[in-house]
C-alpha cells in the first residue's frame, strides 16, 4: 500500500470508531480480514496511524475546533500535529485509494491550525475538559504525568494458570521460541511481554496454561484469598477472567459461582472454562447465573459465601491506554447511575457472606467517587462490617509481605506499570 492508501484506510477505520461505540482493536480486525491484500508492514502503519490519532484526540479536536473544521474521520486524520499543510496535500492528491483532494477551505484550515504546544490541558492530557477537572481533583500536581502515562501504550500481561503450569516453566519456553518475557513485579502468576505477540493459536493458550490478563486485574483476584473448598461468588464475572483465576486458587475443589447481570457477556466464560481445566471430565467446580436467575441466588445464597468478589461497573478509567477511545465515550452524567449500582452490589455483595467472610470490592477506575468514597459510605452504614488493611489482606492472601504502603490496593501506569484498579478488603463480623 502506497502511503495515500494507508491514509485512507486509517480514515475509514476511525469513521467506525468514531461513529459507534464498538471497541477500535476490533474494528481494526475486521477491517485487516475484510483486506487480506495488506501485507504485514501495511496493517502494522495503519494501526499504528489510528492509534496516534486516538491518543492525540483531545489535540486534534482542539485544532480542529480552532480551525472551524468540522470532526469528520478525513479532517481528524488531517489535524496530525506532526502533518504539515504540503504533507497533507502530497497524501490526499486523488489518485487511486487515495483520499481526495484538498479544497480550498480545508487549505486555509490546516495552514491555520495552532501548534501543539500552544493546546490547552484538556487537549494535551486527552480528556474531554469536564473529566480533566475531575481527574485534576484526584491527582493535583501529578495530574500531567498520571495522564500521560495513561495515555501510553499498554504492555501484554499473561497470567499463568496455576492449575497447569508454573511462570517459571511458561516463562523457559517463551525465552526458547524467542518472545521476550519477563515476570510481572507484584503478581506471582504474571508474565509481561515485551511486545504484543499474537496468542490466540499458540499451544500455551490454546491448550489453557495462559491467559491474558493485566497484572493489577490479577492481584485483585488473588487478594480475595480463595481457598479450595469454600463457597465463593463472582457477582460482576463479566467474561470470567477474575473466576478462572478464582478457580484455580480453589484448586477445583469448592462451589464457585460467576454472576452477571449481562447474560452475553456471561456465555464468553463457558468456553474458558473447559480450556482452563475447571469444568468437564466431571468437574463442575463453575456455576454461571445470569439476569434471569440473580435474584434468586441472592435469595438462596444469602449469609452462605465464604468469599464475594464484587469488580463493579464503572467508567473503566484504568483501562484507558487499552481503549483510548473509551474517554471520549464516557460522560459525567452517567456517573449517577454508576454510583447506585455501585452501592447497591455492595449491599447485595454483603448479605451473601457468611458471619467471618471476605468481601472484596474493585474497579478499574482511577476517579475516587468509584473507589474509595463507595466504599467509605457502606462501611458507616454497616457496621457489621470491617475494612481489613490491604498489609493483613495481601498477606493472608498471598503469604508474602505487601510491597504497597496504603490501606487499599491503589494502582496507576505511572507508578506501578498497571492499569488503573483500586481494591478494598472487607470482613464480616463473626
Not at 484469598?225 to 457477582?235: F, S
Not at 473447559?274 to 434468586?296: F, M, Q, S, W, Y
Not at 441466588?297 to 459465601?305: C, S
Request: glycine letters at 8%.
Amino acid at each position: 500500500m502506497r502511503p495515500q492508501a494507508r491514509l485512507a484506510a486509517a480514515m475509514e477505520i476511525l469513521g467506525a470508531v468514531l461513529g459507534s461505540n464498538r471497541a477500535a482493536d476490533r474494528l481494526l480486525a475486521s477491517w485487516q480480514r475484510n483486506n487480506r491484500y495488506a501485507g504485514a508492514k501495511d496493517r502494522r502503519a495503519v494501526s499504528e496511524m489510528v492509534y496516534a490519532g486516538l491518543r492525540q484526540q483531545g489535540v486534534r479536536r482542539w485544532r480542529l475546533e480552532a480551525a472551524g473544521l468540522e470532526l469528520t474521520p478525513r479532517h481528524f486524520m488531517l489535524a496530525d500535529p506532526d502533518l504539515t499543510p504540503e504533507q497533507a496535500a502530497a497524501l490526499c492528491d486523488g489518485s487511486n485509494h487515495a483520499p481526495p483532494p484538498l479544497d480550498e477551505a480545508e487549505r486555509a484550515a490546516l495552514a491555520a491550525m495552532p501548534p501543539a504546544d500552544q493546546a490547552p490541558l484538556w487537549a494535551k492530557v486527552n480528556l474531554p475538559p469536564e473529566l480533566c477537572d475531575l481527574a485534576a481533583e484526584q491527582f493535583g500536581d501529578s495530574l500531567e504525568a498520571e495522564l500521560a502515562a495513561l495515555n501510553g501504550r499498554a504492555p501484554l500481561d499473561l497470567r499463568v494458570n496455576s492449575l497447569k503450569a508454573k511462570r517459571a516453566d511458561i516463562l523457559e519456553q517463551l525465552a526458547a521460541e524467542g518472545i521476550a518475557a519477563v515476570p510481572t513485579p507484584y503478581s506471582p502468576l504474571g508474565i509481561r511481554l515485551e511486545k504484543q505477540v499474537r496468542l490466540e493459536s499458540h499451544p500455551l493458550y490454546t491448550d489453557g496454561l495462559i491467559e491474558p490478563q493485566d497484572e493489577a486485574a490479577q492481584l485483585a483476584g488473588l487478594l480475595l484469598g480463595a481457598r479450595p473448598g469454600e463457597t465463593v461468588i463472582d457477582l460482576c464475572a463479566g467474561a470470567g477472567g477474575k473466576t478462572l483465576l478464582l478457580g484455580a486458587q480453589m484448586r477445583n475443589k469448592g462451589r464457585l459461582i460467576a454472576a452477571d447481570r449481562d447474560g452475553r457477556r456471561l456465555d464468553r466464560l463457558k468456553p474458558r472454562l473447559g480450556r482452563a481445566g475447571l469444568n468437564g471430565a466431571g468437574l463442575d467446580i463453575v456455576e454461571t447465573c445470569g439476569p434471569d436467575k440473580l435474584p434468586a441466588l441472592l435469595e438462596a445464597m444469602e449469609g452462605q459465601a465464604d468469599r464475594v468478589l464484587l469488580d463493579v461497573p464503572c467508567s473503566g478509567s484504568g483501562t484507558w491506554r487499552r481503549n483510548p477511545e473509551s474517554r471520549w465515550r464516557f460522560g459525567p452524567e452517567a456517573l449517577d447511575d454508576l454510583r447506585a449500582a455501585q452501592a447497591d452490589l455492595l449491599r447485595q455483595g454483603a448479605r451473601l457472606l457468611r458471619p467471618g467472610g471476605i468481601l472484596l470490592y474493585a474497579t478499574c477506575s482511577i476517579f475516587g467517587f468509584e473507589n474509595d468514597q463507595p466504599v467509605d459510605a457502606f462501611l458507616a452504614d454497616h457496621p457489621d462490617v470491617r475494612p481489613v488493611p490491604l498489609a493483613q489482606a495481601w498477606g493472608a492472601a498471598l503469604s508474602t509481605d505487601c510491597p504497597f504502603s496504603d490501606d487499599r490496593l491503589r494502582l496507576s501506569p505511572l507508578r506501578h506499570g498497571t492499569d488503573g484498579f483500586f481494591a478494598a478488603v472487607m470482613q464480616r463480623q463473626a
